[in-house]
Structure formats: C-alpha cells, structure tokens
C-alpha cells in the first residue's frame, strides 16, 4: 500500500473522516484536555493538577473493577471476581508509578502554587474514601467533608449501608468451611473491620488445606496481593508529601505528614496478615 493512502489531505480521507468517530471523538479528549487549569503561573502546577486528575481517574476505574467483582462474587463468578481483584491490584501499581513523576517537584517549585490551592486537599477525594468504605476500612466521620456535595454524600452513606466487599468475602468463607453461615459474625457496616479470630481461624483452615479449599486460598492471596499494593500507595504519598513539605500542615486543614502516617497502621483484610504467623 503507497504512503499515498494515507494522506489525510485526499478526498476520500476527508469523507471518512467526516462521517466517522475519530479518536478524540471517542475519548472526548478537547473536554478532557481544556480542565487542566493551573491557578497560578508556576510551572509546576500543571504537574500537579495532572497527577491528580489521572489518579481520580484511576480510581473511578478501581471502583467499576470492584463493583463488578462484588456483584460476580455474590453470583458465584469466581472466575470473573480473579480477573477484577488482579486488575485492581494493577491499577494501584500505576497509581504507585505515578508518585515517581510527582517527586521531581521539590519543595521550591510546590512553594510557587501551594496557597492556589486553597482548602482544597486530598483528603476531600471522594472516590477514595469510596474505595476504603467498598473494602472494609469504614469511617462515618469521614463523611463530613462531603456533606456539602448531596449526592457523593448520599452514596457514600449508601455503601455504609451494606455490607463490604470483605464482609461478603467473610460471608463465603463461612458459607464453604462451615457448611452454612449460622456462625458468620455480624459485621459492622458503619465501623473500620477489626480482626474477628473467628474469621481468622477460617482462614486457617483454608491455608493449612489448600488442596480442599483452593478456590478460597486464592482469592485471600488476591486480597493480599491488592492490600500489598494498597499500602504501597500510602506509603509513596507519605514519603511524596514529606519530601514536598515536610512536617508543616497539609492544605485543608489536614495534619499532614503525621496524619498520613496514622493511615499506615490501617489493616483492611487484618485475619489474612496475623494468620501468616500462626502457619
């Protein structure tokens, strides 16, 4: 085929391409691309801004991925739950990598934009508080700093509401092990997940006859695998925001780096980790 075929300057190309869904069509990227609007004329908060956005939208795929893997799990879909926990496991080692592009920001070029930001905090991210209620670790205090959005609001109550997706994870290792689910704890829909040595010695179970309980070893070793990448993330944004600004207050209020460092203790699947040490 000649280069000539190619040619978008041709009268055919120029049909094609005015009838049919182009890339940036599809992507919808002149919307996408226009909200990059640093508020400041620092060159460095365009960084910001796109590190942000991106990881907003990583996270909104993580929480299509675990919605969907919450709902094959209640159907029985194991195969199609694996695929979606792996691909969460992945989206957080993107989200990981980007840290690595935010770190070439020093403390001088942060400085330049910082009081642009306003109140504006990560601490407000809705869709990450989404993720930590849909896994387990559940706050009702966290959801004041949405209560002026009525709708984030509303849906992040709504996930308080049922059950996570650990609880129905729970739910099947007592319903496989046990035979029936009349010795399944009750779980705390409005209270972070705690250790529960019930659930821990089902887990025990699993791991010391993975040969009868394979399905089960699986996924608490896709559980792990995701928390593993999970805390990974929060460990790169405390190191990111202590290499950025030390020990000062984040924006918002936040307590900063002492605040972030409180999150590393945050165990969201805790019978799978204190289990190990029982093996």
Known sequence: MTSEAYNPGTEGAKMRFTDAMSYGDYLHLEDILSHQKPQSDAHDEMLFVIQ??????????????????????????????????????????QLNSAWDVLRTMTPADYTRFREALGLSSGFQSYQYRMIEYVLGNRNPNMLKPHEHLPEVHQALSDELARPSFYDEVVRLLFRTVDGHEQNLPEPKLDAPHEAVPEIQDRWKIVYEN???????????????????????????????????????????????????????????????????GEL
Do not use: C
């Open 52 to 93: 942000h956005q991106t990881s907003e939208l990583w996270m909104k795929l993580a929480l299509h991925e675990m919605g969907a893997a919450r709902v094959a799990l209640q159907e029985g879909d194991t195969a199609t739950m694996f695929k979606m926990l792996a691909r969460v496991s992945r989206i957080f080692e």
């Open 210 to 276: 993975i040969d009868d309980y394979w399905t089960l070893y699986e996924l608490g070793e896709k559980l792990v695998d995701l928390e593993d990448y999970f805390r990974r993330w929060r460990f790169n944004h405390v190191t990111t925001v202590e290499r950025v600004i030390g020990f000062k207050r984040g924006t918002g209020g936040t307590s900063g780096v002492q605040y972030l460092r409180r999150m590393l203790s945050v165990e969201l699947f805790p019978e799978l980790w204190h289990l190990r």
